[in-house]
Nanobody
Framework: QVQLVDTGGGLVQAGGSLRLSCAAS????????MGWFRQAPGKEREFVAA????????AHADSVKGRFTISRDNARNTVSLHMNSLKPEDTAVYYC?????????????????????WGQGTQVTVSS
């Protein structure tokens, strides 16, 4: 059974940076796509970024392009989200996600209810 453990959240001032990490175990293979979603209070869970473990192709939400970068370390089964120039509107719980047999671009348009594997979530709070 695939397990995801996401870490790295915290409190940061606007304009600051954070790095989130997601460690995968239990059967993640190259045909998986891993990504990050976020959910702010009272809002729907939304896509942030995704990366294919097979070819490294990525997708990023328009709201984070140029500020956030997703990367992978296949040897360690780890995916990271590097977040720069953080804004108060980035405040949310960030969830690592994984889905097999898809692409990073497709995951960006996939309803979260159709993604089978999730981390427990990590809080990111950006103060103004």
């Amino acid at each position: 059974q695939v397990q995801l453990v996401d870490t790295g959240g915290g409190l940061v001032q606007a304009g600051g940076s954070l790095r989130l990490s997601c460690a995968a175990s239990g059967g993640i293979f190259g045909y998986f796509v891993m990504g990050w979603f976020r959910q702010a209070p009272g809002k729907e869970r939304e896509f942030v970024a995704a990366i294919s473990l097979s070819d490294g192709s990525t997708a990023h939400a328009d709201s984070v392009k140029g500020r956030f970068t997703i990367s992978r370390d296949n040897a360690r089964n780890t995916v990271s989200l590097h977040m720069n120039s953080l804004k108060p509107e980035d405040t949310a719980v960030y969830y690592c996600a994984a889905k097999p047999f898809t692409t990073a671009q497709t995951m960006s348009n996939t309803a979260h209810s159709r993604i089978p594997f999730w981390g427990q979530g990590t809080q990111v709070t950006v103060s103004s």
